[in-house]
């Protein structure tokens, strides 16, 4: 008797066990969850942004009001948005749950001179038509970026950025990634640790720190402070319009110029 006990308390505790796994990951019996939510906001000036897995999509609202939209989808329970923050600040996060083939976005539209701050660790970011600070950072995700003005920070430490059309001040930063930029001008600085960086049609001033990575330029034009540890750089069609350097550690340096420059130009590769 004892034994048919123990063997009833076993096959019970491992059903209410599979129960409990097949609660939090979904199956054909439980289905699947799905959240919309759609909100509107006014006289927020400032919208803070933390997610871990979510994709972001920031674009310009043509209107006064900060438009959000939320949609989670999961083989299990979906991950819920948190809305908070104060008169001036709208600040956006998710309670995450953990649940296979879960997915979930945010699309906000908001005025053009709202200051951004988006985080991620692994979800993809895409930002356009911001005039005022944009400051966007992730982990292992990708960040494009197009028609963007004012103060934009773009820091991406193992993924991709891809970023066109930006005037004011810019400053990219790539871990271990690529970093494709065109048409960029004004303050431009760049910073890797290793990856390469393909640019075309900047317009300004350049500065670029790269430890270990290749740089391409094309058909840029500006002055120059282009300094790598160990790679190569190539520039073609160049025009220098200030004072500029380029200098390698261990590598190559190439610079084709487009036109006479009229600043002081030094090319420096200790060992290329």
């Keep these: 008797m004892k034994k048919w006990i123990i063997l009833w308390v076993i096959l019970w505790v491992c059903l209410c066990g599979m129960y409990g796994i097949y609660e939090i990951y979904g199956d054909e019996t439980h289905g699947s969850a799905k959240i919309e939510i759609k909100k509107s906001f006014s006289g927020k000036s400032k919208i803070f942004l933390e997610t871990v897995a979510g994709e972001c999509t920031i674009k310009k609202n043509t209107g006064e009001t900060i438009e959000v939209q939320y949609l989670s989808s999961s083989k299990g329970k979906a991950n819920e948005p948190i809305f908070s923050g104060t008169d001036e600040e709208l600040r956006l996060n998710e309670k995450n749950f953990i649940s296979m083939l879960s997915k979930s976005s945010w699309i906000i539209q908001a005025p053009e001179n709202t200051i951004i701050f988006i985080s991620t660790v692994t979800g993809d970011i895409s930002v356009s038509g911001m005039k005022k600070k944009t400051d966007i950072r992730t982990i292992s ?56 960086i393909e640019a075309e049609n900047l ?70």
């Design 141 to 196: 995700g990708k960040i494009i970026a197009n028609e963007m003005d004012g103060v934009t920070e773009l820091n991406a430490v193992s993924g991709n950025i891809d970023a066109e059309n930006i005037t004011g001040k810019t400053n990219f930063f790539v871990g271990n990634g690529k970093l494709i930029i065109k048409n960029i001008s004004g303050i431009i600085g760049i910073k890797t640790l290793q990856g390469v």
């Design 203 to 272: 317009n300004g001033k350049v500065s670029a720190r790269m430890p270990n990575g290749n740089f391409r330029l094309k058909s840029c034009q500006g002055s120059f402070e282009i300094k790598t540890a160990s790679g190569e750089i190539w520039a073609t069609d160049t025009k220098i319009t200030g004072n500029s350097y380029f200098r390698n550690a261990s590598g190559d340096i190439q610079v084709t110029l487009g036109a006479p420059p009229t600043g002081d130009l030094t090319l420096d590769s200790a060992a290329g």
